[in-house]
């Protein structure tokens, strides 16, 4: 199997050779999909996120890290395991207070770290695309007693496939700007299975969202779950 990090450096190498990024305003809500508007933001990350320290684990292009930073007054580092996709990060946001961009892969960033957080999350970000038997643990480790763990992860029936029918994971696949695919990895779990995950790191499973793009579509895009830290 290739290492991940190549098809995530392909897809930020070909999208900075469509040129500098440039500083972006701000989302004005937090997004868990790619369907702008879809699901709960923010709020489900506790309530009032004011001064509190907030990690996001694959943040890519650094949107909802600047988001919790500009709007809720949050404390956000956002780490992503290749460099290329913190530089645009660092364009587009880098100029607010609170929010720092981070290279490194998340279990080596959480084993380095001496942090406490008050939320951690991931949107299609390193849960999912690592093993949860080394990244939970990692996550449980750094996030305060009774604090949430939020992440979205591709719908594991999306587009009518099954959900792993064991602990293993699946090849899947990323689009480049230039239209080609590169194969990674993917932990593709149902809810269940992930709770049971959760459990042995010590979370505990306390939602399970399906989302669709429109009420009209057959199969639910994208499985939301949180957790709280036990
Ligand atoms: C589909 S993108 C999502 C980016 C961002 N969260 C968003 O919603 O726009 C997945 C991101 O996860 C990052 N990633 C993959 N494996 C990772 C790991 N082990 N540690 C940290 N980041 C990782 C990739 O580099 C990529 O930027």
Same mark, same amino acid.
């Given at each position: ?26 989302l004005k809500r937090m997004e868990w999909t790619t369907r702008r508007g879809l699901g709960p933001g923010a709020e489900i990350l506790g309530r009032d996120l004011r001064q509190r320290s907030v990690l996001e684990l694959g943040c890519g ?15 956000? /580092? ?21 929010? /720092? ?124 779950? /949180?957790?709280?830290? /036990?």
């Amino acid at each position: 199997m290739p290492a991940q990090v190549s098809a995530w450096h392909f897809q930020a190498f070909q999208r900075s050779a469509a040129g500098p990024a440039q500083a972006l305003p701000v989302l004005k809500r937090m997004e868990w999909t790619t369907r702008r508007g879809l699901g709960p933001g923010a709020e489900i990350l506790g309530r009032d996120l004011r001064q509190r320290s907030v990690l996001e684990l694959g943040c890519g292009p650094g949107h909802n890290a600047a988001h919790l930073a500009a709007r809720h007054g949050a404390i956000v /580092t956002g780490v992503d395991l290749v460099g290329l996709q913190v530089r645009p990060a660092r364009s587009h946001y880098g100029r607010l207070d609170r929010v /720092t961009f981070v290279a490194g892969h998340a279990v080596t960033f959480l084993q380095a770290t001496g942090e406490q957080y008050d939320a951690i999350y991931s949107v299609f970000g390193a849960i999912g695309l690592v093993a949860p038997e080394l990244l939970l643990p990692a996550i449980a480790e750094h996030l305060r007693a009774g604090r949430i763990l939020a992440f979205s992860v591709p719908h594991p029936a999306r587009g009518g496939r099954r959900p792993s029918s064991d602990d293993r994971p699946r090849w899947d696949f990323v689009t480049l700007p230039d239209g080609s695919r590169l194969p990674i990895a993917r932990w593709e779990f149902d809810a269940n299975r992930w709770d049971a995950h959760l459990a042995c790191a010590g979370l505990r499973a306390t939602s399970a969202m399906e989302l669709r793009g429109s009420r009209h579509d057959r199969w639910p895009t994208t499985l939301l779950i /949180t957790a709280r830290k /036990t």
